[in-house]
């Protein structure tokens, strides 16, 4: 385990230059001479690394952009396929639209359809939320594996963002559990003081959880709504990306079948 972290470190260091020495790259890491020489030969062997042979200094291959550019390609796919819906749900409630991804317990903006009005949610793309604290998030977390759940556990308490922000296990367990059953999750006021959200998964055709569509905007304006029928809004557009992507829902709350990174059952690991 300490080698792979050792090598993508190195890997990292190699990416930030053009090209970069041995004793440069030795230094940045931290690591000995002799070890970042042995992780090198690990990757020129393995084809992300490659060595000029008139300078001996190192760069990264083309195998590393081809691995950037399948992600890249992946993501396209996924806005692609989101967009009509993201824009036809900002359409129907004239509130901003959001498309989200998990990494890890953090969830990234990737795509957006703003509201026309003039006091509105907006949030830069790349943009990075702790997961425990927005909808999008929520949603996601919910049909997540039990491994991945007992490891948020492990994070407990969580960072207060909000006095309304969920810190217990025991608190985000629920949470979770109610967003599974009923197929979208709500952020009242968790990351942002006066925002509310409500976001559905999108699964892929293995039953994993893709991404995660969330609409937005001032909790006092939203909560003039009918939370559960926006929800069920979002929640049944995402089912139809769901569907366009290879994705056969087995219940009527979009619950999936099993897969990889998929719960069948309602989550009790955090």
Same mark, same amino acid.
């Given at each position: 385990?300490?080698?792979?972290?050792?090598?993508?470190?190195?890997?990292?260091?190699?990416?930030?230059?053009?090209?970069?020495?041995?004793?440069?790259?030795?230094?940045?890491?931290?690591?000995?001479?002799s070890?970042?020489?042995?992780?090198?030969?690990?990757?020129?062997?393995?084809?992300?690394?490659?060595?000029? %042979?008139?300078?001996?200094?190192?760069?990264?291959?083309?195998?590393?952009?081809?691995?950037?550019?399948?992600?890249?390609?992946?993501?396209q796919?996924?806005?692609?396929?989101?967009?009509?819906?993201?824009?036809?749900?900002?359409?129907?409630t004239?509130?901003?639209?959001?498309?989200?991804v998990?990494?890890?317990?953090?969830?990234?903006?990737?795509?957006?359809?703003?509201?026309?009005?003039?006091?509105?949610?907006?949030?830069?793309?790349?943009?990075?939320?702790?997961?425990?604290?927005?909808?999008?998030?929520?949603?996601?977390?919910a049909?997540?594996? %039990?491994?991945?759940?007992?490891?948020?556990?492990?994070?407990?308490?969580f960072?207060?963002?909000?006095?309304?922000?969920?810190?217990?296990?025991e608190?985000?367990?629920?949470?979770?559990?109610?967003?599974?059953?009923?197929?979208?999750?709500?952020?009242?006021?968790?990351f942002?003081?006066?925002?509310?959200?409500?976001?559905?998964p999108?699964?892929?055709?293995?039953?994993?959880?893709?991404?995660?569509?969330?609409?937005?905007?001032?909790?006092?304006?939203?909560?003039?709504q009918?939370?559960?029928?926006?929800?069920e809004?979002?929640?049944?557009?995402?089912?139809?990306?769901?569907?366009?992507?290879?994705?056969?829902?087995?219940?009527?709350?979009?619950? %999936?079948?099993?897969?990889?990174?998929?719960?069948?059952?309602?989550?009790?690991?955090?």
């Amino acid at each position: 385990m300490q080698s792979v972290a050792r090598g993508f470190d190195l890997l990292e260091a190699v990416a930030a230059e053009d090209e970069i020495g041995l004793v440069e790259l030795a230094h940045r890491t931290g690591l000995q001479p002799s070890t970042t020489h042995r992780l090198l030969a690990t990757l020129i062997a393995c084809g992300y690394v490659v060595q000029n %042979p008139q300078t001996s200094r190192y760069r990264l291959s083309h195998k590393v952009v081809e691995l950037a550019g399948g992600q890249e390609h992946r993501m396209q796919r996924l806005r692609t396929a989101v967009r009509p819906h993201l824009l036809m749900i900002r359409d129907a409630t004239d509130e901003t639209t959001n498309l989200c991804v998990l990494d890890r317990f953090t969830i990234v903006y990737v795509d957006q359809a703003e509201s026309s009005r003039t006091v509105r949610m907006f949030t830069e793309l790349g943009r990075r939320v702790p997961a425990h604290a927005c909808a999008a998030g929520k949603a996601m977390l919910a049909f997540e594996s %039990p491994d991945v759940l007992a490891d948020l556990r492990q994070r407990a308490p969580f960072p207060s963002l909000t006095p309304h922000t969920i810190t217990a296990a025991e608190e985000l367990e629920v949470e979770l559990q109610r967003a599974h059953s009923r197929g979208y999750a709500i952020d009242r006021e968790e990351f942002e003081d006066g925002v509310l959200c409500i976001a559905a998964p999108i699964f892929g055709s293995n039953g994993e959880v893709l991404a995660a569509t969330s609409v937005s905007g001032p909790a006092a304006r939203l909560l003039r709504q009918d939370l559960s029928e926006l929800g069920e809004l979002v929640r049944g557009r995402m089912l139809e990306v769901s569907r366009e992507l290879g994705y056969e829902p087995t219940s009527g709350t979009g619950t %999936p079948a099993g897969g990889a990174g998929a719960s069948t059952t309602a989550p009790s690991a955090v």
